[in-house]
C-alpha cells in the first residue's frame, strides 16, 4: 500500500470553487485501477493550501497508471484553473496508521 500527497495551491479568493469543482471530478479519481481511498484537506496555517492524500494498492497504479490515463486528464482539467502554482506530489509506504499511544512507549 503507497499513499500519495499531492500539496495543493489554490487561490485564495477560489477556495469555495475548487472544493466544489473537486467534487465535480471526484469520480474520476475513484473509479482508477488500485484506488484505496482518498482525503482531500484544507491547511490550517495555510488556508489555501489543501492537501490531498490518496491510498493506492501499488505505486504502479498511480504512476504511471492513473498519471497517463485520460481520467487524469480531465481531472486535472477540472481543477488546474484555481492551482495558484504547480501542485508538488509524492509518495509514502505504508499499510495503516497506527493507532493510540503505543508507537510512543517508552518515550
Not at 4 to 19: K, Q, T
Not at 85 to 102: K, T
Amino acid at each position: 500500500m503507497i499513499y500519495e500527497i499531492a500539496i495543493l495551491p489554490v487561490h485564495r479568493e477560489h477556495i469555495d470553487n475548487f472544493r466544489h469543482a473537486f467534487a465535480e471530478v471526484a469520480h474520476l479519481l475513484c473509479r482508477a485501477k488500485g484506488y484505496r481511498g482518498h482525503m482531500l484537506a484544507q491547511g490550517i496555517e495555510i488556508p489555501q493550501q489543501f492537501n490531498l492524500i490518496v491510498r493506492w494498492q501499488s505505486l504502479e497504479d498511480h504512476t504511471p497508471g492513473f498519471e497517463t490515463s485520460e481520467d487524469h486528464r480531465l481531472f486535472m482539467m477540472g481543477l488546474q484553473a484555481y492551482f495558484s502554482g504547480e501542485p508538488q506530489v509524492y509518495h509514502i509506504e505504508g499499510a495503516a496508521f497506527a493507532m493510540g499511544d503505543s508507537t510512543f512507549q517508552g518515550i
